[in-house]
Each structure stands twice: as structure tokens, then as C-alpha cells.
């Protein structure tokens, strides 16, 4: 929305038809805002930059004139609909130059664009380039805090909260050496509640990584997508747990194989097991990171689920891990996909 109301702002100043902001990806440029003519059809548009024209400005940090928009390589679905001409290309060049190129045109029989106007639009993207080098700043600054405080309260809770829960599981259990028959058991269960509870608060500290992080790279993020679409297949959703940085501590190519993982077991569970629950534990530490999958199904049986399996093992070993798959109690299987934090690239944080 901002980038929209500069497009509108840019219109107005210029006497313009058409403006768009286009930003730089790879070897390609994405509109990502535009207004007046043809903006429906822009937003969001992806040009290749194989022309130059659009490189070329972001490499000169100088305006360029063109005769007409379909100079930018147009896709053909807009190609034989455009007709603006002349048209400007503005570079938005802050401290340092690539934020993206400005693009200003006028309906084909207007006036051309004056030297005058031309300066003042390179002085607003100029400016434009500016605001969205201290938006960025802004982000990063506001991204440090978040992580700071969730390290503030990941001590807190560990050094408080955890260790007092550690010293009265202690306790209990021995006092429940000192117990015979029922006492003792509900003593000792008690005492796996509140190993229950340490591992939720666990979950707890790393969760709030959530809002800072990216959800092309979250494991945990993309996992819940993944549950969104199987949910229909399987007839349930899958139950999920999180155990140390599954935000921070996993690369991007990891988190691909993890995904292909959990939506072949989950496809598997869907098509063969019967099941009417499954649970995802995904586990990220100093040593390793590790997906487990278990279902209350009939278990793994027919042959036609061995060739996927195949696969993920192929997966692990390629990262020196590994695949078991075994009974899951009386009923169901259990899935173990597991690699070494090594592999995972970016799996060094430590597990509190």
C-alpha cells in the first residue's frame, strides 16, 4: 500500500497516466506497485530485464527516455494492450543504488516529458529510495529487539520457571521412592506432567521467533501449510510439536527436504493407513535435526508405499542421516527422518 499511494503521488506531480514501481529479483524485475492505465493489469507483473534498459538505469543511477513501454519486453498479455508513449525511467537511488526503477509514462499523443519534470522526478525517487532504506533500517532495528527479548524471556523461563519445575520433578520422584501402589504411580505420573510441561514451555520460547522470521524459511510455518492442504485428504489435522529452533535453526534446501518428508508420510498415512490421528514432532538441537511421524492407522503393509520411502531415505543419506520406519505400538506406523545439524547449514543455535 505505501508503494501504491508513491505511484499516485508521482502521477499527480508528473501529469502521468501510468506509473509503476519495478523492483529487481534475480534477473528479472517485479512490479510492485502501479497506478493510473493499465495499473490492474501491471500489478504484480514480472519483466525480464533482458532489454538492459531497466539494468542499465539501476547501474547508471541516471534517468533514461523511451519511445514507448513495449520497450521493456513486455509479456505477451499486455503487450498489444499498452500504449503509453513517452515514457521516463527513473532510478530510486538512496545511500546505495538497486532499490528498483521508477516507470512514467503518458497516453501515446501527449506531450513529452520536460526537462524540469524529469528532474523532479528523479529528485522524488531520490527521495522514495530514501524512505524505504529507513523503513528497512526500521525493520532490521525493530527484528534486534524482537530477538532480544525473546532471549530475555527464553532466561527467564529457563532459569526460573524450568529450574524450579526441574527441582520440584526432583523432589517428587524421590518421594516417590519412599511409596508403594497407587501413591506411587500417581506421584510419578505427576512427574512425567511436568516433563510434559518443561517441553511446552520449550516450545513455547522458540515460537516466539515466529513473527521475525521469514515464512519461505520457517520449517514450522510451512509444515502448518502443509497440514492445510492434507487436511482434506487425510480427514483430520495432524497434531504438531516443536522441539528447539525450528525457525532459526534450519537452511532453506533443509526445510525443502523436510517438507517433501512430512507431505510424503502424511500422503502415505492418507492413502494406506486408515488412520484417525497422526502426530509430527519436529526436532531441531545442537546435533541433529529430526522428523518423526507416527499414526494410529494399520500400519505400513502394502508395497506401494515403499517406493516414496525410498526416496526420503535417498534424502537423508545425502545429508548422512537416516530413515527408520517401524511398528508405532499395536497399531500405526512411526516415521523417523533424521540428519545431522552439520547438514542443516544453519542449525548451530543451542537448545535451551
Keep these: 500500500m505505501p508503494l501504491r499511494l508513491v505511484t499516485e503521488r508521482v502521477a499527480d506531480i508528473a501529469d502521468a497516466d501510468f506509473v509503476s514501481i519495478l523492483q529487481p529479483a534475480a534477473d528479472l524485475f517485479v512490479v510492485s506497485a502501479a497506478s493510473g492505465d493499465y495499473a490492474a493489469k501491471w500489478d504484480g507483473l514480472v519483466l525480464r530485464s533482458t532489454t538492459g534498459r531497466l539494468t542499465s538505469v539501476l547501474a547508471t543511477g ?38 528498483g526503477v521508477l516507470c512514467i509514462g503518458r497516453q501515446t499523443g501527449r506531450r513529452a516529458f520536460t526537462a524540469a519534470e524529469t528532474g523532479m522526478a528523479t529528485m522524488f525517487a531520490g527521495q522514495v529510495a530514501l524512505a524505504l532504506e529507513l523503513a528497512a533500517s526500521l525493520a532490521r532495528r525493530d527484528q534486534l529487539a524482537l530477538v532480544e527479548e525473546r532471549d530475555r524471556i527464553a532466561r527467564d523461563l529457563h532459569d526460573h520457571v524450568i529450574q524450579r519445575l526441574f527441582a520440584i520433578g526432583l523432589t517428587m520422584e524421590n518421594a516417590a521412592t519412599k511409596l508403594t501402589g497407587t501413591p506411587a504411580d ?5 512427574v512425567d506432567e511436568i516433563d510434559e510441561t518443561i517441553k511446552q514451555i520449550r516450545t513455547t520460547i522458540y515460537q516466539l521467533t515466529g513473527p521475525i522470521v521469514s515464512p519461505h524459511t520457517s520449517l ?18 495432524p497434531d504438531l510439536a516443536v522441539d528447539g529452533p ?14 517433501a ?24 538441537n545442537t546435533t541433529l535435526v529430526q522428523l518423526d511421524v507416527r499414526d494410529n492407522g494399520c500400519g505400513i503393509g502394502a508395497a506401494s ?17 537416516s530413515l527408520t520406519v517401524q511398528a508405532n ?3 500405526g506406523t512411526w516415521l523417523r527422518w533424521s540428519i545431522p545439524a552439520e547438514a542443516a547449514g544453519s542449525a548451530t543455535v543451542s537448545a535451551r
Design 62 to 99: 541516471k534517468p533514461m527516455n523511451i519511445e514507448h513501454l513495449d520497450e521493456l519486453a513486455l509479456p505477451a498479455e499486455v503487450r498489444d494492450e499498452v500504449d503509453i508513449d513517452p515514457v521516463i525511467l527513473v532510478p530510486l537511488t538512496g545511500t546505495a543504488p538497486g532499490h
Design 186 to 190: 500417581r506421584v510419578r505420573a505427576s
Design 220 to 237: 514450522r510455518t510451512q509444515a502448518i501449510r502443509l497440514f492445510d492442504d492434507l487436511e482434506v485428504a487425510l480427514d483430520f489435522r
Design 246 to 259: 525450528v525457525d532459526f535453526g534450519v537452511n532453506e534446501d533443509v526445510v525443502d527436504d523436510c517438507l
Design 261 to 284: 518428508v512430512l507431505r510424503e508420510a502424511l500422503t502415505n498415512v492418507a492413502r494406506h493407513a486408515h488412520a484417525t490421528r497422526a502426530e509430527v514432532v519436529i526436532t531441531v
Design 305 to 321: 508405499r515403499r517406493s516414496g520411502l525410498a526416496n526420503l531415505r535417498a534424502r537423508a543419506e545425502r545429508r548422512h542421516g
Design 329 to 331: 505400538g499395536a497399531h
